[in-house]
Structures are given as C-alpha cells and as structure tokens.
C-alpha cells in the first residue's frame, strides 16, 4: 500500500501498488518531472543513475517490474510485454500527481518510451529516446553483428576480446539471473566508445551490472518483436533521439531512422560516447538534455 501522507517526489525510495504488482521508484535531484525507464529488460536500474542531470531535473527512476525491488509477473520470467510496461508508467504517473512529465527511455526502454507515447501522449511533455531503434528482430541483430565484427576488428590485439565473442555466443543461452548478469559483465567493453583507455575509470561500472533473466515472450509463449516504423509518424510529443557515434547495439542507423520518422524531433550525437553517453560523456549529455526539456516546457 501507498502512505498517502508521503509526498510521491520526495527524493528517496518510494513503492505503488499497481494492479496488485509492487512497482519501486527512486526520486533525486531537481527541476522539472522525468521518468526514467532503465533498459535489459533486466538490468539494475542504478546504472542509469545520472548525477549531472540531476542538477537540472527531478529524475524518478523506475525498477522496472521483474527487477531489483519490484514485484515479478505470475509468468516471470515471460510477459513482460510492453504493453505491461506501459501500464505500470500510466499509473505511477497517475501518482506522482504531475499533469505531464518528461519520458526518458534508455535502449529497451526506449521501446517502452515510445510504445507509451504513441498512446498516452496526454501524460507527456517531452521524450527522450536514448539509445533506443524503431524495431527489433533479425534487422536489428544483423546490424548490431556486422558492428561487433567492426569492433572485433580494431581490436584485434586485446587479451579480453575472445572472452567478449564467447559471451555473444552464450547470451542466448543465459537462462538465469546469475548467468545473465555474468554474461553482461563480459560484454561491456564492446558498449563503451573506449572502455579499455578509461577503463580504472570505468571499472566500478563494470563491476556493478546486475540483472534478472527475462525472457523475449509473451506470457503465451511467443517472441516479442517490436516494429513501430509504420507508427512512429504520429507521435507528435516533442521528442530528442540521443545517440553515442560509437554504439554498436542501438548505433547511427537507427537514431538517424527514428529522427526521420519522428516529426517533432531533434537528434543528439555524442561523439565520444558507445551506448552509455550519461556515463562516457555526462556533462554534454546533461547540457543537451536539459536544453531540450526548458524549450519544450
């Protein structure tokens, strides 16, 4: 139950009741209203944390439900649908009690972002898009690949790259929370624009990726793919793609693809950065954001 008493944007740990589901939410900083929906889906919310924002925003950071603190589906670790997702943002915003917020979704939950968006655009001043594509599935993958090859090739001679192409084999196979998050750890060399000449910098980083195993499928079993290309025309919210030049997993193509096919939108590169800007380049990615949320507001 929700302490009615508690002001739903003091900065600290808060949780709501959803559809019987607990939904955990973290407030800091200050400024206007941003949600914040981590990625995965699976991954710890805290390595979205982006103190430099804070300066500018009041940034309420979702636990996704089926992680960290939030309660798990019936069907966990399938059905987490993003029409789920969706729900569980149109009611924590029902409650912060704010008319319209700022939406910021990072990689997968740029997916959820836009999803929600499209069809509650009432409970929405602006979207962020950080790191996210306008589909998923075996274009999507092909693309990511043929970007690991490229990474793999520039980085011919460093003693961690067979343990980062065996962790690409093993990730379909990762089929439980510590699997998943040891698989992940592996990885994230490949998503920074130069982990291994920042690396004392971002080790703890590194060493802090935790995530829940959830599946691809729906709570009947089939895949979710997503495909919001013949959609995406009608989001008429104010919206600001980001995108690192050196990400390999939501990189240039689709940025440049969603900034084409959103009307009201502006796009951000980050020269410096892979897929993680707030991290590799937090003062540019703080400045652009902020910018963004004073002129649509």
């Known amino acids: 139950m929700t302490n009615p008493l508690v002001d739903p944007l003091a900065t600290g740990t808060h949780t709501v009741d959803i559809d019987g589901v607990t939904q955990r939410y973290h407030v800091h900083g200050t400024g206007p209203v941003c949600v914040a929906h981590s990625g995965g889906p699976g991954i710890d919310w805290e390595y979205l944390r982006m103190p430099a924002l804070e300066r500018h925003l009041t940034i309420v950071y979702l636990e996704p439900v089926g992680t960290g603190g939030s309660g798990r589906l019936p069907s966990h670790p399938h059905g987490y649908t993003r029409d789920r997702y969706s729900r569980s943002l149109e009611a924590l915003i029902e409650h912060l009690d704010v008319p319209k917020v700022q939406l910021l979704g990072h990689s997968h939950g740029g997916f959820v972002v836009q999803y929600h968006a499209l069809r509650h655009p009432e409970q929405v001043a602006g979207v962020i898009l950080y790191e996210s594509a306008p589909l998923t599935g075996p274009e999507h993958s092909a693309e990511a690949m043929r970007l690991v090859q490229e990474f793999a090739a520039g980085h011919s001679g460093q003693p961690e790259l067979p343990a980062i192409l065996a962790g690409f084999e093993a990730l379909s196979g990762a089929e439980d929370d510590e699997r998943i998050t040891e698989v ?16 004392k910098e971002f080790a703890p980083f590194r060493a802090g990726v935790s995530a829940v195993y ?80 004073a002129a649509v507001s």
């Open 184 to 199: 992940l750890k592996a990885l994230v060399p490949v998503y920074f624009a130069d982990y291994w000449g920042r690396e």
């Open 214 to 293: 959830i599946s691809g499928q729906d709570g009947n079993g089939r895949p979710i793919v997503i495909d919001d290309r013949a959609e995406l025309g009608s989001l008429t919210v104010p919206t600001l793609v980001v995108v690192g030049r050196h990400d390999f997993i939501c990189g240039m193509k689709w940025a440049q693809e969603l900034y084409g096919l959103i009307p009201a939108s502006e796009l951000l590169v980050l020269e410096n950065s892979g897929h993680f800007g707030h991290v590799e380049e937090p003062e540019e990615f703080a400045g652009a954001i902020a910018g963004f949320v």
